[in-house]
C-alpha cells in the first residue's frame, strides 16, 4: 500500500516539473540574422472624431531583396491597396482607383511618405518581430507615413516561414500617377 502512494508521489512530481518548464517555453518563433522570410499582420489605427479607422493588412518581407503591403478591405478582405519596397524604390498600386505610382529613394514627401531607403524601412519590422511580444505598436510615421498623422500601426502574428512572392502585375487599365495625385486623391492632404 505504502509502495502505491510513493509511486502516485513520484508520478505527481515529474507532472509537476513537466507543467512547470512547459509553461515557461515560448510559443513565438526566434527571429535571428539567419531567417530570410518574415510575415506578420498589421492594422492601421487612424484617429477620428468619431473613433478611429482601423484598417488592416499583411506585410511579406524577403530579407534584402523586397518588403510588400497589402492593406485590406475591412469586411470582403479584398485588396485596397498595395505598396512594394523594393532595394531600388517603391512601387504604389490603388486597387480601388486603379492607378500606380513608382519612386526611387530617398522619397521625401513633405506631407505624405517619406523613405530614406529598404533597409531603414526593413530594419523596423524585423526588429519589431526580433522584440518577441506578440504585438508591436509603432507610429506610422516611424514607417514614414506621415499622411496618417497621429496614426499608430500594430504589427502582430509573426511568422518566418518561407513563402513565395508573386511577382506584381500592373494591368493596362491602371494610370500612372505620382505619389502625391495619389494621396490628394485618397484625401490624406
Do not use: H
Amino acid at each position: 500500500m505504502r509502495f502505491i502512494f510513493l509511486k502516485k508521489r513520484v508520478y505527481l512530481f515529474y507532472f509537476t516539473l513537466v507543467f512547470i518548464f512547459s509553461s515557461c517555453v515560448s510559443t513565438q518563433r526566434i527571429f535571428d540574422e539567419n531567417v530570410r522570410y518574415l510575415t506578420c499582420k498589421f492594422e492601421l489605427i487612424i484617429p477620428t472624431e468619431s473613433g478611429a479607422e482601423k484598417i488592416n493588412g499583411i506585410v511579406n518581407i524577403e530579407k534584402g531583396k523586397m518588403a510588400r503591403i497589402s492593406f485590406r478591405a475591412p469586411v470582403v478582405r479584398s485588396e485596397l491597396a498595395v505598396l512594394e519596397y523594393s532595394t531600388t524604390g517603391l512601387l504604389v498600386l490603388d486597387r480601388k482607383n486603379k492607378t500606380f505610382a513608382k519612386s526611387s529613394y530617398p522619397i521625401m514627401n513633405d506631407k505624405g511618405i517619406q523613405v530614406v531607403s529598404f533597409d531603414s524601412f526593413e530594419r523596423i519590422v524585423w526588429n519589431a518581430a526580433r522584440s518577441n511580444k506578440k504585438k508591436v505598436f509603432l507610429l506610422a510615421s516611424d514607417f514614414g507615413w506621415n499622411a496618417f498623422g497621429s496614426a499608430t500601426i500594430e504589427l502582430y502574428q509573426f511568422d518566418n516561414t518561407p513563402f513565395q512572392q508573386r511577382p506584381l502585375r500592373i494591368s493596362t487599365k491602371y494610370i500612372e500617377s505620382s505619389i502625391n495625385s495619389m494621396l490628394e486623391s485618397l484625401g490624406l492632404f
